[in-house]
């Protein structure tokens, strides 16, 4: 996954475009049975998929990640992600997450 960021009307967004669209649905598979969280698919140019979480999810969102975070000096404004420690790894192959 290369990052994430926000859209235009505060919906989070994974930016996934460099897996294929089975990996993509993978993981958003992951998502909802092992953190409850719904998510939508969108093609944002030919097989280049991103995940949205949806603005009410944001909550749920905050309550996984943000035992992985920290805030940043006053001048950076905003939350950073310092770290996320998985028991193991992601792999198409592993459908044990």
């Known amino acids: 996954m290369d990052d994430g960021g926000k859209s235009v009307y505060n919906q989070t967004i994974l930016h996934t475009r460099a897996f294929k669209l089975e990996d993509v ?3 958003q598979s992951v998502l909802s049975e ?3 969280l719904r998510t939508r ?3 944002k140019k030919k097989d280049q998929w991103v ?5 009410m999810q944001k ?3 905050r309550e996984i990640v943000g035992p992985y975070m920290h805030q940043p000096p006053q001048a950076c404004g905003g939350w950073i992600v310092c770290c996320i420690k ?4 992601y792999s198409p192959r ?3 997450l």
Do not use: A, D, M, Q
Request: proline residues 4%; glycine residues 4%.
């Open 25 to 27: 649905e993978y993981l």
């Open 34 to 36: 092992n953190f409850g």
């Open 41 to 43: 698919l969108e093609e």
């Open 51 to 55: 995940i949205y979480i949806p603005v």
């Open 59 to 61: 909550t749920k969102l």
């Open 86 to 89: 998985y028991s193991k790894t």
């Open 94 to 96: 592993n459908t044990s």
